[in-house]
């Protein structure tokens, strides 16, 4: 059935699209400065399952659909070469007014030799996201496993706290990566948990590029 209730023959959901609407979106001043009067929502993505940064990046690829403009923060990510890095990259070069996106990190921090470069890294990282989340250019911020960087002590959970509650209101932002601290949760509009079902990993499967990376 559609949204308003309407059975649709084979069972198949159809949705009725305003045309008029569309044609005031993409690469539209108007439909840029229409959406700034629409409240934005902090998400979080958290749990121990996978799924949080892909999740993340479909709302990216949403908003781009429409013209809007994206960044994206990588705090923790800096020596994988992921799929969405080279594309993300590739864009950002490309269309700098569309896609910021920057991968800050210097490697997963378990993994580490230096935490004094990780945090110096982590740092940078924050204050170039709390510079892009303050200035209101951006339709959405996605900080990318920043839930690592404030439970290692790198940021202060109170200063990112204080970001999203005086952030323009238009501003939509992403918080990804486990153990998400309870005072974002708390913040925050939308929380989904991700929760392991089954992981090929468990069987001995390794990650597979243009899936997993």
Known sequence: MTEDGKEIEGGK???????DEVTKIPGSEKN??????QPGILSVYTGNGKGKTTAALGMVYRALGWDLPVSVIQFVKGKWRTGERILGERWSEQYPEQLIYKVMGKGFTWDSDDLSRDKEAAIQAWETAANLITKGLHHLVVLDEITYV??????????VIDVFEQRPAHVNVVVTGRNCPQKIMDLADLVTEMAVVK??????????????F
């Open 13 to 19: 959901m159809e949705v009725e699209i305003n045309k």
């Open 32 to 37: 840029a400065n229409l959406l700034k009067k």
């Open 150 to 159: 404030i439970n290692y002590g790198f940021v202060s959970e109170q200063a």
């Open 199 to 212: 992981h090929p990993y468990k069987k001995g499967r390794p990650a597979l590029r243009g899936v997993d």
